[in-house]
C-alpha cells in the first residue's frame, strides 16, 4: 500500500535498467551489418539481422516494463504529464524530419530543374519542367496519376483517422465493444493501405534511379509508409492491451499516443497527396 | 528491473561497471557524458596538434595532403558531436534538475540511452580511420559530390551521425519535458535560472533541426548507394541543395553550441560580481530571438556558391539582425559587473575573457555577413579564426569555466586554485597567439584546408603553429586538476562560492544520489 500512496505523491524515478545499453548493442550491430552490407561483404545482412533481433528484444522488453509500471499505478500524474510532452516533441521531430524532404522537392522544383533548364551551354534543349527525371536520363517516363490509388488511400487513410477517434469515444464512454472494433477496424485499413502502397510500387513505370522525380517520390512515400507500418504495429500492440482490459476513461496514455501518431502520418500524407501526386 | 523490487529498492544501485551501464541517475549520466565529452576533446585536439605541426613550415612534411583532409574533417566532426555537444548535455544533465528542484531527469532510461549511444557512434568513427580508403576527408559538411565518391569510412560517417543525431534528439525532448514538468513549485518560467532558460531553447533548436540533418544525410547514402539523384544534376538534382539543407540543420546547430555556453556566462558572472544578473527578462528575450532567427541565416554559409542577388541581401541583414540580442547579452554582462565586488577565482577569468573574445568572434562574424567581403574571405584562415573565437573561447571555455565553477559541487573539494588560474592563463595567452595570426593569414588570402601554403605565410603558421602546442599541452594541466580535484582538497562545503544563489547551493557537495525527493518551496 504504502508504495502506491509513494508513487502518487513523488515522481516515479526508475531502478537501473539494462535495456538502453541492450538497445545501443543493437544499434552497433545495425550500422556496422549495414556497412558490411554496403561493403558488399557477405556476412552484413547476418549482422543486421543480429542487431534488428536483439532491438525487437530490447523493444518489447523496455516497453512491457513500462506497461507493467504503468498497470502498477506508478506512472500517474506529474509522469502521465511528462510521458504527453515526450510524445508531442517526438512528433515534432517527425514533422522536421519529413521537412528536409519536403524541402528537397520543394527546392528541385522550384530552383534546380528550372535553372537546369536555362543552363543551355550544358543541356540545350532541356525544357526544365515539372515533373522530370533530369536533363541526363532520358528513359521515358510516365509521372504516379493522383486520382487512381493515390486518390483511393487517402479516402483509407482519413477513414481510418475517423475510426481510431470513434474508439477514443468509446474509451472516454467506457465501451470496451466500441473501442475493440475502432481499433480493428483502423488497423485494418492501415493494412490495406499498405497494401495498395505496395500494388502502386510494383505496377510504377518508374523507379528510385528515375532523376530527382523518382528520388523525392520514393523517399517520401516509402518513409510515409515505413510511418504508417510503424503505426500499424503501435496500433496491434494497443488493441491486444485493450483486449488485455488495459486503458480507462481516465488514464490511457499509450492509446492517445498512438492516435496522435496515426493522426500525424494521416496528415504527412494528405500533404503528400497534393505536392507529389497532385500538383 | 522489475518493478517487482519496488520504488524505493533502486536507492541502491549496482557497483562497478554495472553502475555506470545501467545508470538512471541523472548525475551519473552527466559525468559519463562529461568524461566522454573530455576524451573525445583530447583525441580531436591531438587530431589538431597534427594539423599544426605539418602546417608549421610550408611544404610537405608529417602527413600526405588526404592524410590532412581526413585530420581536418574528423577534427571538425569529433569536436563539434562528440567534445562540445556532449559536454553541454552533460552540464544539462547533472544541473537542470539541480537548479529548477527536480527528483531527476523526466526519461531516466531514456537518458541512459542518449549517453549509451554516444560510445556507438564514436566507436563507427573510430573504426573509419581503419577502413579501406580511410577516415572521412570530405571536411566535417559533408559536401556532395566529393562526399558520394568517398569509400567505406563515408558510409560509417552517415550512420555514425544518425546515431548521434538520436541520442541529441532524445537528450534533447528529456530535457525540454524536464525543465517543462518537473519545476519545484513556485518556480514560475521566469524564475528559471538563466541557465535552464539557454537549455531549454537549445533543446527546442535541437529537436527542430538535427532531424533535418538525419533526412539530407540519408539522401547522400541513397545517392551513393541507391541510385537516387538528389545531388547530381544529371538526374535533375542539384549539390548546393545539400548546403541547403545542411546549413538549414547547420546554423541552428552553431547556436546549440554557444547558448548553453551563454547561459553558464549569466550563472558564473552574477556570482563572482555579487550581484543579481543584469536584465534578466532581456536576456531571456535576446536568448529566444537568437534562436528563431537562427532559421532564416544559413545561406550566408554559401555567398560564394550562386544566389540571386534579392537572396544575398536578405540573408546579409537577417544575420546582421543577431548582432542586437547578441549585444543585449554582451552589454547585460558588463552591467552585471559594473561596480560589482568582483574576485578572480577561476571560473570568473574565464567568463570575463568568455565576453570579450567572444565579441571578437561575432565581430569577425558581422564581417563575414556582408556578402562582398564574403565573397574574398570564402574558405581562407579567416574564417577558421572566427568559428575558433566562437566555439573555442565562446564554447569550449565557458565549459571550462563551467567545470571549475561546479566542481565543488560535483566532487564535494575546492580545486587547486593556482593550478586552475595557470590552467586559465596558458589557455588564454595560447589561444590567442593560435589564432589571432589566422585572422592576418586569411585577410592575406591564406586558404584553409590545405596542407601546404606559399613562403609569405611562414612566420603567422610557425607562431600559430607554437600557440596550438602550448594550447594543447594546457589541456593536459586540466586533466589534472579536475583528476586532483575528485581525488580530494578542502573540502566544500554546501556554498563554496558566497555570491552563489540558484537551487544546486542549498544542497550537500558532493549532492545526495537523490537530489530533491520533495521539491523545494520557490517564493
Excluded at chain 2, 239 to 263: D, K, N, R, S, T
Excluded at chain 2, 306 to 326: D, E, H, K, R
Aim: charged share 10%; aromatic share 16%.
Amino acid at each position: 500500500m504504502s508504495e502506491h500512496a509513494h508513487a502518487t505523491t513523488s515522481y516515479y524515478v526508475p531502478p537501473p535498467s539494462r535495456w538502453p545499453i541492450v538497445g545501443s548493442c543493437a544499434l552497433l550491430a545495425i550500422a556496422s551489418g549495414f556497412v558490411l552490407l554496403l561493403a558488399k561483404v557477405a556476412a552484413g545482412p547476418w549482422v543486421m539481422a543480429l542487431g534488428a533481433a536483439i532491438l525487437v528484444y530490447m523493444l518489447v522488453g523496455w516497453f512491457g516494463s513500462v506497461i507493467r509500471e504503468n498497470q502498477a499505478g506508478l506512472l500517474e500524474g506529474q509522469v502521465d504529464t511528462s510521458f504527453r510532452w515526450g510524445m508531442v516533441w517526438f512528433i515534432f521531430s517527425e514533422v522536421m524530419f519529413f521537412a528536409g524532404f519536403f524541402g528537397a522537392l520543394f527546392y528541385a522544383r522550384n530552383f534546380a530543374v528550372p535553372a537546369l533548364g536555362e543552363a543551355e551551354m550544358l543541356w540545350p534543349g532541356y525544357a526544365g519542367t515539372w515533373p522530370t527525371t533530369g536533363p541526363g536520363i532520358t528513359d521515358p517516363f510516365t509521372p504516379m496519376a493522383a486520382w487512381g490509388i493515390p486518390a483511393v488511400n487517402t479516402l483509407i487513410l482519413l477513414s481510418s483517422g475517423a475510426t481510431v477517434t470513434w474508439a477514443h469515444w468509446g474509451l472516454q464512454k467506457g465501451e470496451r465493444g466500441q473501442i475493440k472494433l475502432g481499433l480493428v477496424l483502423t488497423i485494418g485499413l492501415g493494412l490495406l493501405f499498405l497494401g495498395l502502397q505496395i500494388h502502386e510500387y510494383a505496377e510504377a513505370p518508374f523507379t528510385l534511379k528515375s532523376g530527382i522525380y523518382g528520388a523525392t517520390f520514393y523517399m517520401l512515400t516509402g518513409f510515409h509508409g515505413l510511418h504508417v507500418t510503424l503505426g500499424v504495429i503501435m496500433l496491434t500492440v494497443i488493441t491486444g492491451r485493450v483486449f488485455a482490459g488495459h486503458f480507462s476513461a481516465a488514464r490511457h496514455f499509450g492509446f492517445a499516443a498512438v492516435s496522435w501518431y496515426w493522426h500525424f502520418v494521416d496528415v504527412v500524407w494528405l500533404m503528400l497527396f497534393v505536392v507529389v501526386y497532385w500538383l | 528491473m522489475d518493478i517487482a523490487l519496488a520504488p524505493h529498492a533502486h536507492d541502491e544501485h549496482p557497483h562497478g561497471l554495472m553502475r555506470w551501464l545501467t545508470t538512471t541517475n541523472h548525475k551519473d549520466i552527466g559525468t559519463l557524458y562529461l568524461w566522454f565529452s573530455l576524451s573525445m576533446f583530447l583525441f580531436a585536439g591531438a587530431l589538431a596538434m597534427v594539423i599544426r605541426a605539418e602546417l608549421f613550415q610550408p611544404g610537405l612534411q608529417l602527413v600526405d595532403p588526404m592524410q590532412f583532409n581526413r585530420l581536418t574533417s574528423m577534427h571538425g566532426l569529433i569536436m563539434i558531436f562528440g567534445a562540445i555537444m556532449p559536454a553541454f548535455v552533460g552540464f544539462a544533465n547533472w544541473q537542470v534538475p539541480l537548479m529548477i528542484g527536480a527528483p531527476d531527469m523526466a526519461f531516466p532510461r531514456l537518458n541512459n540511452w542518449s549517453f549509451w549511444l554516444l560510445p556507438v557512434a564514436a566507436t563507427l568513427l573510430l573504426a573509419s580511420f581503419f577502413v579501406p580508403g580511410g577516415a572521412l576527408a570530405a571536411g566535417w559538411t559533408m559536401y556532395p559530390p566529393l562526399f558520394i565518391q568517398g569509400g567505406i569510412a563515408y558510409d560509417m560517417t552517415i550512420l555514425a551521425v544518425h546515431v548521434l543525431g538520436l541520442s541529441s534528439i532524445m537528450g534533447a525532448i528529456n530535457i525540454i519535458t524536464t525543465i517543462l514538468n518537473l519545476r519545484a513549485p513556485g518556480m514560475t518560467l521566469m524564475k528559471m535560472p538563466l541557465f535552464v532558460w539557454t537549455w531549454l531553447i537549445t533543446a527546442y533548436l535541437l529537436v527542430a533541426v538535427m532531424p533535418v540533418l538525419a533526412s539530407v544525410i540519408t539522401m547522400l547514402l541513397t545517392d551513393r548507394h541507391f541510385g537516387t539523384h538528389f545531388f547530381n544534376a544529371a538526374g535533375g538534382g542539384d549539390p548546393v541543395m545539400f548546403q541547403h539543407i545542411f546549413w538549414f540543420f547547420g546554423h541552428p546547430e552553431v547556436y546549440i553550441m554557444i547558448l548553453p555556453a551563454f547561459g553558464i556566462i549569466s550563472t558564473i558572472i552574477p556570482t563572482f560580481a555579487r550581484k543579481k544578473l543584469f536584465g534578466y527578462t532581456s536576456m531571456v528575450y535576446a536568448v529566444a530571438s537568437i534562436a528563431l532567427l537562427s532559421f532564416i541565416v544559413w545561406a550566408h554559409h554559401m555567398f560564394t556558391t550562386g544566389m540571386p542577388v534579392a537572396g544575398q541581401l536578405f540573408f546579409m541583414y537577417s544575420t546582421m539582425l543577431i548582432a542586437i540580442p547578441t549585444g543585449v547579452k554582451v552589454f547585460n554582462w558588463v552591467a552585471t559587473i559594473w561596480r560589482g565586488s568582483i574576485t578572480f577565482e577561476t571560473p570568473m577569468l574565464f567568463a570575463i575573457t568568455v565576453v570579450c573574445l567572444f565579441t571578437i568572434g561575432g565581430f569577425s562574424g558581422l564581417v563575414l555577413a556582408l556578402v562582398p567581403v564574403d565573397i574574398q574571405l570564402q574558405d581562407t584562415y579567416y574564417v577558421v579564426a572566427h568559428f575558433h573565437y566562437v566555439l573555442f573561447s565562446g564554447a569550449a571555455m565557458s565549459i571550462m569555466g563551467g567545470v571549475y565553477y561546479w566542481l565543488p559541487k560535483w566532487t564535494g573539494h575546492r580545486y587547486d586554485e593556482t593550478l586552475g588560474k595557470w590552467h586559465f592563463w596558458l589557455t588564454t595567452i595560447a589561444f590567442n597567439l593560435t589564432f589571432f595570426p589566422m585572422h592576418f593569414l586569411g585577410l592575406a588570402g591564406m586558404p584553409r584546408r590545405i596542407p601546404d601554403y606559399a613562403l609569405q605565410f611562414a612566420d603567422f603558421n610557425m607562431i600559430a603553429s607554437l600557440g596550438g602546442f602550448v594550447l594543447g599541452a594546457a589541456q593536459l594541466l586540466f586533466v589534472y586538476v579536475v583528476v586532483k580535484c575528485i581525488r580530494g582538497g578542502e573540502p566544500a562545503g554546501e556554498r563554496p562560492w558566497d555570491g552563489a544563489d540558484t537551487l544546486e547551493w542549498t544542497l550537500p557537495s558532493p549532492p545526495p544520489y537523490h537530489s530533491f525527493t520533495t521539491p523545494p518551496k520557490i517564493d
